[in-house]
């Protein structure tokens, strides 16, 4: 009688493992034909108003943790595209979060270039996420594109739920493939390019020159050394005349703009307002997810730090 109910126990087990298998299979194959069958929109959209959008949402996810969100826009993106924007937010702002939540310290970087294509109303957008987080073993990157039933572990292609599968099959409708480099503890980089056509070939952000064509003379302090290599980059592709901070202090010069942040301004704001020709011209970084101080007179602007803010407050005026 034992042996009986052993017996039914077991086939009692296997029937379960069966009808579980076939009811995964019957998702998997459920969720495959929805992806299958997704079509995509061909919009006409503001690819540096969806980044800034995306930024946002992203800061808010970083909270006060010490982590700087950093993008870095090619300057010949153009101003409109045509494509699926809501497609492309929704896989860019899931690797941004996948990078988020495995960072501790550091960096999560986004980087995106532009490279001409034959034909002339097409480019190649190679965009990219980067961080300096956890990292990923080899193992746990064979199956980071598989899915998966639900998070069953710590395991960090466990925690990603099925977000980098439903982002695989987005950028392979958009003719791509996500690629993934890491290494555990060092950090990781997911990247991929799509074509996309242009709906309006101007510079999605550029610097109104004034009239006499002086080339603006800039300055910055910060608290963070990532804010200042974003700055240098964004310079350095505007062809911006930059002073060290260090030298206009020494020798008492005077700029037009000032970047700074608000640790670095609290610490010298006498100092810089000697500094600067205007007071407004003083550009202080601020994360819109965090309380902070009132600052009158100067110019807050919103992290992340990209092409977009960056032109605008130099334009100013």
Request: with cysteine; aromatic share 10%.
């Amino acid at each position: 009688m034992g042996n009986l109910w052993l017996v039914i126990l077991i086939a009692g087990i296997v029937i379960i493992g069966i009808f579980l298998a076939l009811r995964f299979s019957g998702l998997l194959d459920r969720i495959k034909f929805s992806l299958a069958n997704i079509k995509l929109a061909e919009d006409a959209y503001a690819p540096l108003l969806m980044l800034e959008d995306i930024g946002q949402k992203c800061l808010s996810q970083i909270g006060n943790s010490a982590i700087e969100l950093i993008f870095d826009v090619d300057k010949n993106l153009p101003a409109r595209l045509y494509g699926d924007e809501g497609r492309l937010r929704q896989v860019i702002l899931s690797l941004l979060e996948n990078s988020i939540r495995f960072t501790e310290k550091g960096y999560v970087r986004l980087l995106i270039k532009v490279y001409p294509v034959t034909e002339n109303d097409l480019i190649e957008l190679h965009i990219s996420v980067k961080d300096t987080g956890t990292g990923i073993g080899k193992k746990e990157i064979e199956h980071l594109f598989s899915f998966r039933r639900k998070p069953r572990t710590r395991e960090r292609q466990e925690a990603l739920g099925n977000g980098l599968f439903v982002s695989q099959h987005l950028v392979g409708k958009m003719g791509g493939e996500i690629h993934v480099k890491s290494e555990k503890d060092r950090g990781s980089e997911f990247w991929f390019s799509i074509q996309q056509r242009i709906a309006d070939p101007a510079p999605a952000a550029y610097i109104k020159r004034p009239e006499n064509g002086r080339v603006p003379k800039v300055s910055a302090k910060f608290s963070n050394s990532y804010r200042e290599e974003a700055l240098m980059c964004l310079l350095n592709m505007y062809k911006i005349s930059y002073i060290p901070y260090d030298i206009l202090k020494d020798v008492g010069m005077m700029v037009d703009y000032l970047f700074t942040d608000h640790g670095a301004f609290y610490e010298s704001e006498e100092e810089m307002l000697e500094l600067v020709r205007r007071r407004e011209n003083i550009c202080v970084l601020e994360n819109p997810q965090r309380d902070h101080k009132k600052l009158e007179g100067v110019t807050i602007v919103y992290r992340p730090f990209f092409s977009l803010n960056f032109c605008q407050f130099l334009s100013q005026g």
